[in-house]
């Protein structure tokens, strides 16, 4: 690793060394960004790697909230706003009971790149709380979404922050969080996006992250002449990314066998009927096992890791972070997997990622991979400024386009860096140059 890069490392683990989340993703990005520093020491003379690794600002809160039986809870909120040199904080809320600052950082840091990456003017966050929405009665859900805005609502707006969802934050959560933000701000702006479609959401935003996915890896498949069509397919999670990725991968001509929750997987060698894993985990949020008492033919497993022992071509994690380990890899690897992409934020180990690669699977990064959620949370927000709506079609088409540009752009870097087929490096040089060269025209700020 080149010397300034390493030294920035070093810091940061002496500094936050209980963050292993945040410094795993920073050692992932840092050895991509050495090449950079390379060929650019006038990087180093301004410090652009102490000031991209350091957020702009960190809000920490209470959010206190009374549950069903009249008791008081209190969680605790967070807003990373890591970096707007291109354009307003961008990047979801995630309610889950590991969110921690650790967990906050490291997917900051990553949405920098991952929004520098669609080539649109938007800025990286993130946020969320430690909060639980599983097993809580929908007025808890608005009550503790209510809470949450009653202090967010002071750090965000259209023009300088648009929060979105994440895991655990959907379309119910989004209308509770919007519509109490509206009541107490006065304002009616794009200031969260994933907003339902009556109230100034997009057409294609809630399929656009598994759609996008499938889109980059249609193109990484292609550029070594091969397709989805005839290919079995693993998709982890069962949540919003997960499904749409099933859907779009099956369109595509692929057959999805299994798909899992956190508590276990399901195998179906007939394909995953998707119609009722959405029955299931979206109408009648149910656990994934529910789906052997419908589909007999089917098998469930307890557990999260198994589902990457089932024999696959393509595997698209789509749960979580850290869900796809060294064994995991080692199992896709024996079984003749041809290429892993990344649904979920960091979803695979920094052991993993490099077994894969040693091994010549192709490997398509979160950052670039699933950028096509923010990147249409991005057309909602040029949307709402023009007080119009685009057709399905129309999202769809501007989604496939900017896909395609992200792996162009990945593709290249990475050649041009030395390290063709590579899209990891790829994705990380291509996002960082852009808002390497911001912050030096905005000069010592
Ligand atoms: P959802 O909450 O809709 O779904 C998450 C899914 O992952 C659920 O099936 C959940 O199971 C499962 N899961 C959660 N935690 C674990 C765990 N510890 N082990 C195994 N499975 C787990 O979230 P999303 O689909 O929105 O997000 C999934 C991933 O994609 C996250 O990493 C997120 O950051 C990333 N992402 C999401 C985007 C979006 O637009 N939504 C955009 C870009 C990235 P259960 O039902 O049991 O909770």
Known sequence: MNAYAESVLAQLKKRHSTQKEFLQAATEILESLSLVFDKHPEYEKAGILERFVEPE??????????????????????????????????????????????????????QILKNSLTGLPIGGAKGGSNFDPKGKSDNEIMR????????????????????????????????????????????????????????????????ATGYGLVYFTREMLAAAGQSFEGKTVLVSGSGNVAIYAHEKATQLGAKVVAMSDSLGYVYDPDGIDLDLIKQIKEAERKRISEYVKRRPGAV???????????????????????????????????????????????????????????????FGPAKAANAGGVATSALEMAQSSQRIYWTFEEVDQRLDTIMCNIFRNCAEAAKEYG????????????????????MMAFGIV
């Not at 309610?95 to 650790?102: G, K």
């Open 300 to 362: 469930y497993k307890a557990g999260c890791s198994g589902i990457w022992t089932i024999p696959c071509d393509i595997a698209l994690p789509c749960a979580t972070q850290n869900e796809l380990d060294e064994e995991g890899a080692q199992h896709l690897i024996s079984n003749g997997c041809i290429a892993v992409a990344e649904g979920a934020n960091m979803p695979t180990t920094l052991e993993a990622i490099e077994l894969l690669q040693s091994h010549d699977v192709m």
């Open 419 to 438: 390290h063709e087929g590579n899209y990891l490096i790829g994705a990380n040089i291509a996002g960082f140059i852009k808002v390497a060269e911001s």
């Open 57 to 110: 600002r960190m809000i920490t809160f209470r959010v206190t909230w009374i549950d069903d039986s009249g008791k008081v809870q209190v969680n605790t909120g967070y807003r990373v706003q890591y970096s707007s040199c291109l354009g307003p904080y961008k990047g979801g809320l995630r309610f889950h009971p590991s969110v921690n600052t650790s967990i906050i950082k490291f997917l900051g840091l990553e």
């Open 144 to 207: 503790f979404c209510q809470a949450f805005m009653a202090e967010l609502y002071r750090h965000i707006g259209a023009d300088l922050d648009v929060p979105a969802g994440d895991i655990g934050v959907g379309a119910r959560e989004i209308g509770y969080l919007y519509g109490f933000y509206k009541k107490i701000k006065n304002d009616t702006s794009c200031t969260l996006t994933g907003r339902g479609l009556a109230y100034g959401g997009s057409l294609a935003r809630k399929e």
